[in-house]
């Protein structure tokens, strides 16, 4: 059964780099009918979706993070990645990385909480 | 870009009720609409695709309809395990998703 994990640091500080890994197990992040997503939650808030990745390491970012974020994938440890960098407060939220099948996120983990604080 | 709008915001409805919440866009989307469940505290999970298709394992009392820019989701028998945010996703505007605001549902 798929399982995605996030992994990273929780609390970063205003202005630094957010970095977030989501490990897959259960198949394989090579599989060319999916692509790998990351979606976030602020607290008490709805769902914003951030960007997702191919296999191939093409990208999509939502246009309002665009200038700020990276995904990256790494197919020899079947994971991929996020940073999200010149944090502030706003970015303070629960972070999903989630598998995409086509129009919808089918697989998501558990989620992290990431708080940017000094 | 679409804007996603969910009515009522939150509702609380009695074991068996019918339950319905409705989905507007801002402009046609066709059927390019998916309905999620989030309990508290846990992630999302998909339910509905294609604003009517059911996903594998999902309970047949949940269903979706409509087309266009106006979509509903039911729950035919609300249940007390059904307490959670929905949320309906657009995807008209691929690469792009867009998330609606959330209904929350709990339990009279």
């Known amino acids: 059964q798929l399982q995605l994990q996030e992994s990273g640091s929780g609390l970063v500080k205003p202005s630094q780099t957010l970095s977030l890994t989501c490990a897959v197990s259960?198949?394989?992040?090579?599989?060319?009918?999916?692509?790998w997503s990351w979606i976030r939650q602020p607290p008490g808030k709805g769902l914003e979706w951030i960007g997702y990745i191919y296999h191939s390491g093409t990208t999509y970012y939502n246009p309002s993070l665009k200038s700020r974020v990276t995904i990256s994938v790494d197919r020899s440890k079947n994971q991929f990645s996020l940073k999200l960098n010149s944090v502030t407060a706003a970015d303070t939220a629960v972070y999903y990385c989630a598998r995409r099948l086509i129009s919808r996120f089918d697989h998501w983990g558990q989620g992290t909480l990431v708080t940017v604080s000094s | 870009d679409i804007q996603m709008t969910q009515s009522p915001s939150s509702l609380s409805a009695s074991v068996g009720d019918r339950v319905t919440i409705t989905c507007q866009a801002s402009?046609?989307?066709?059927?390019?609409l998916n309905w999620y469940q989030q309990k508290p505290g846990k992630a999302p999970k998909l339910l509905i695709y294609?604003?009517?298709n059911l996903e594998s394992g999902v309970p047949s009392r949940f269903s979706g309809g409509g087309s266009g820019t106006d979509f509903t989701f039911t729950i035919s028998s609300l249940q007390p395990e059904d307490t959670a945010t929905y949320y309906c996703q657009q995807y008209d505007n691929l690469p792009l998703f867009t998330f609606g605001p959330g209904t929350k549902v709990d339990i009279k």
């Open positions: 402009q046609d989307i066709s059927n390019y």
């Open positions: 259960g198949g394989s992040i090579s599989s060319g009918a999916y692509s």
């Open positions: 294609d604003a009517s």
